[in-house]
Nanobody
Framework: QLHLVASGGGLVQPGGSLRLSCLAS????????IGWFRQAPGKERAGVSC????????RYSDSVKGRFTISRDITKNTLYLQMTNLKPEDTAVYYC?????????????????????WGQGTQVTVSA
């Protein structure tokens, strides 16, 4: 059973950078289509970026395209999200979760099982 733990969040000034990590503490990321999601206060959780099961294709929401980079290290069983040029509107709790294949094929990142509990996530706060 896949168990994911997100970390690496923090407080950063606008224009700063952070790298989030998502460790599969049980199970494996190999052959798993997976992505990052975020939920800001008062808003629904939204897809940020996702990566194909082969690791060769990626998707990004329009709001982060060109600023965020998703990657994974299968040997470390870890998914990453490198975030640069952070903006106050990036403030949210970030989660990692497996994604839906059909949505990925259509260019978007949607949780495979929206009812699943993927933990507390990691808080990212962008503020001066």
């Amino acid at each position: 059973q896949l168990h994911l733990v997100a970390s690496g969040g923090g407080l950063v000034q606008p224009g700063g950078s952070l790298r989030l990590s998502c460790l599969a503490s049980s199970g494996t990321l190999n052959n798993i289509q997976i992505g990052w999601f975020r939920q800001a206060p008062g808003k629904e959780r939204a897809g940020v970026s996702c990566i194909s099961s082969s690791g060769t294709r990626t998707r990004y929401s329009d709001s982060v395209k060109g600023r965020f980079t998703i990657s994974r290290d299968i040997t470390k069983n870890t998914l990453y999200l490198q975030m640069t040029n952070l903006k106050p509107e990036d403030t949210a709790v970030y989660y990692c979760a497996p994604t839906d294949s059909l949505s990925f094929a259509r260019g978007t990142c949607v949780e495979k099982d929206p009812s699943a509990d993927w933990g507390q996530g990691t808080q990212v706060t962008v503020s001066a």
